[in-house]
């Protein structure tokens, strides 16, 4: 693509910019706010990769890899409204596992890779992975913390009756996995027709052919469904002192 065809792309935001000022729709400011903000990180993102995939060093991937996971994890305590950082630790190791293990699976048996690690191959699949599990899980641990803080009183009934801490807690435990499983499985149903498969498009138009580009598309939604549930379950059992104290009673606020 030539410069003159990407600037003849760009001005395709004149036509909505323009149907926001004639109906005198108020965020035109916050719509070239956001326009920049998504050409910054793009280019940055893009500068980084560049040098990733150039260099394809063993360190490169990995560091990238760690900053993906630590990005990922404030945005998702960010968006569960948990209080303070604390959590993003807990977040972070839920997510370096499941996404690494998984990932490394799906790379070394399911693509037969020889080098799991080769940067074009593991940082978009990673990438991937850690990106499409940040929604779904904030919304699980908001609904987990939320269900302790407003309900611990069936915590204490099930404990005051002879469960286990693991026991008592399944409850919450179950209330998470299912707010986590639930929009992947309404996107599982709803595919192509209430969801662009983006993976499938790209590689259609990447010349790849359509029983390909069906196999990844749906190996890439279980890959994602995995990872998200699994790093959530790490999540819950990391964070468990920040809740719970060396008794197993409720700690105050989340």
């Not at 005198?24 to 920049?36: D, M």
Request: aromatic share 14%; hydrophobic share 55%; glycine share 8%.
């Amino acid at each position: 693509m030539t410069i003159f065809r990407f600037i003849l792309g760009l001005a395709l935001i004149v036509l909505p910019l323009y149907i926001l000022y004639a109906f005198q729709v108020k965020i035109l400011r916050k719509v070239l706010v956001g326009a920049g903000k998504m050409a910054a990180y793009l280019l940055l993102t893009g500068l980084c990769l560049y040098f990733v995939m150039e260099w394809n060093s063993l360190f490169l991937n990995l560091l990238c890899f760690l900053l993906m996971t630590l990005a990922a994890s404030g945005m998702t305590v960010r968006r569960a409204r948990l209080l303070g950082g604390k959590y993003v630790v807990p977040v972070a190791v839920g997510v370096i596992v499941s996404v690494l293990v998984i990932g490394l699976y799906f790379l070394f048996f399911v693509m037969g890779l020889q080098n799991p690690f080769d940067a074009r191959y593991f940082v978009p699949v990673l990438g991937i992975m850690t990106g499409g599990m940040i929604e779904t899980n904030a919304k699980a641990l908001s609904t987990y913390y939320a269900g302790l803080e407003h309900h611990n009183q069936l915590y204490y009934y099930l404990v005051g009756n002879g469960a286990t801490h693991d026991e008592a807690v399944k409850h919450f435990f179950r209330r998470a996995l299912e707010r986590a499983a639930l929009p992947w499985i309404h996107q599982m149903g709803y595919m192509v027709v209430g969801v662009s498969p983006v993976i499938l498009w790209v590689m259609l138009f990447m010349g790849s052919s359509v029983l390909e580009a069906l196999a990844y598309q749906m190996l890439i939604m279980i890959l994602m469904f995995a990872a998200s549930l699994s790093s959530l379950l790490i999540t819950l059992y990391a964070a468990r002192k920040y809740s719970f104290d060396e008794y197993d009673n409720l700690k105050p606020g989340k």
